[in-house]
């Protein structure tokens, strides 16, 4: 699981909510909002219904506003509920391997068993190799140089 990923779609999912149940009083708050300004800055107009100016001056009706804004806010949503989904399917990125090779020596003296791993060790590491060539992981100059490695 992502916990920013989940997260976030709960912040985003508790604010569309939110959102949507609160459209209407928004939209009201909006336009008082408005008809300040118009009363504030020419106060020569007088809005006796502020209804009908706003409809009279081609502005829609509050009902229709707070329709298509609960619409945003239902799409709002569901790309919350995507979020969550992603964040609750998706596992945590794998960390990224070191490509350089580290080798420890050993101060034991080598024996058959240990010559015998070795070999077995090292067609096995060949093989990876290949594969990691035949994916395009690696170049054919860092496969010759590591396949080299592996010979010795």
Same mark, same amino acid.
């Given at each position: 699981?992502?916990? #920013?990923? +989940?997260?976030?779609?709960? +912040?985003? &999912?508790?604010?569309?909510?939110?959102?949507?149940?609160?459209?209407?009083?928004?939209?009201? #708050?909006?336009?008082?909002?408005?008809? $300040?300004?118009?009363? #504030?800055?020419?106060?020569?107009? @007088? +809005?006796?219904?502020?209804?009908? *100016?706003?409809?009279?001056?081609? *502005?829609?009706?509050?009902?229709?506003?707070?329709?298509? =804004?609960? &619409?945003?806010? %239902?799409?709002?949503? %569901?790309?919350? &509920?995507?979020? =969550?989904?992603?964040?609750? %399917?998706?596992?945590?990125?794998?960390?990224?391997?070191?490509?350089? =090779?580290?080798?420890?020596? @050993?101060? &034991?003296?080598?024996?058959?068993?240990?010559? /015998?791993? $070795?070999? +077995?060790?090292?067609?096995?590491?060949?093989?990876?190799?290949?594969? /990691?060539?035949?994916?395009?992981? =690696?170049?054919?100059?860092?496969?010759?140089?590591?396949?080299?490695?592996?010979?010795?």
């Amino acid at each position: 699981m992502r916990l #920013a990923e +989940l997260t976030l779609g709960f +912040l985003v &999912v508790l604010f569309s909510i939110l959102g949507y149940q609160y459209s209407s009083s928004l939209v009201d #708050a909006a336009q008082h909002m408005m008809s $300040d300004f118009v009363t #504030a800055f020419f106060p020569t107009i @007088k +809005l006796q219904n502020q209804q009908s *100016y706003l409809l009279q001056t081609g *502005y829609p009706s509050a009902e229709s506003i707070a329709k298509i =804004i609960q &619409v945003g806010f %239902i799409a709002t949503t %569901i790309i919350g &509920v995507g979020c =969550i989904c992603f964040g609750a %399917i998706m596992k945590k990125p794998a960390s990224r391997q070191f490509s350089s =090779i580290s080798l420890e020596t @050993k101060l &034991v003296p080598a024996t058959y068993e240990s010559i /015998r791993d $070795d070999r +077995l060790t090292n067609s096995k590491s060949i093989s990876i190799l290949k594969e /990691r060539l035949a994916r395009g992981e =690696i170049t054919e100059r860092e496969f010759e140089k590591l396949q080299r490695f592996f010979e010795k």
